[in-house]
């Protein structure tokens, strides 16, 4: 397993703009796959986004083209740019981490990742 720690949420303006960051210790990074997953109050935590350690990117779909997954190797780092935000993208952010095998396309299960970070809470105001 890995640590993870998420940071960057905070309060915006409907149509606002952040960047969440995920910072994992190790230095086998690049052999992870990483993930965001979003849980709103009252509702299942939900798949947003995946990157493997090639860079190889998985969206859910009604968030691609307003969320960008990207990762900086060298910084142990992954990062979930989310543009154009609604009210209804307020939700805890999580980050998550699993190796990344050959087998490994995104997924969209939350068994599938085996290390979690904290959370980090996005709220966006009408």
């Known amino acids: 397993q890995v640590q993870l720690v998420e940071s960057g949420g905070g309060l915006v303006q409907a149509g606002g703009s952040l960047r969440l960051s995920c910072a994992a210790s190790g230095r086998t990074f690049t052999t992870y796959a990483m993930a965001w997953f979003r849980q709103a109050p009252g509702k299942q935590r939900e798949f947003v986004a995946a990157?493997?350690?090639?860079?190889?990117?998985y969206y859910q779909d009604d968030m691609k083209g307003r969320f960008t997954i990207s990762r900086e190797n060298a910084r142990n780092t992954v990062y979930l740019q989310m543009n154009s935000l609604k009210p209804e993208d307020t939700a805890v952010y999580y980050c998550?981490?699993?190796?990344?095998?050959?087998?490994?396309?995104?997924?969209?299960?939350?068994?599938?990742?085996?290390?979690w970070g904290q959370g980090t809470q996005v709220t966006v105001s009408s």
């Open positions: 998550a981490a699993r190796s990344d095998t050959a087998t490994y396309y995104g997924s969209r299960s939350k068994a599938s990742y085996d290390s």
């Open positions: 990157v493997t350690g090639g860079g190889t990117t």
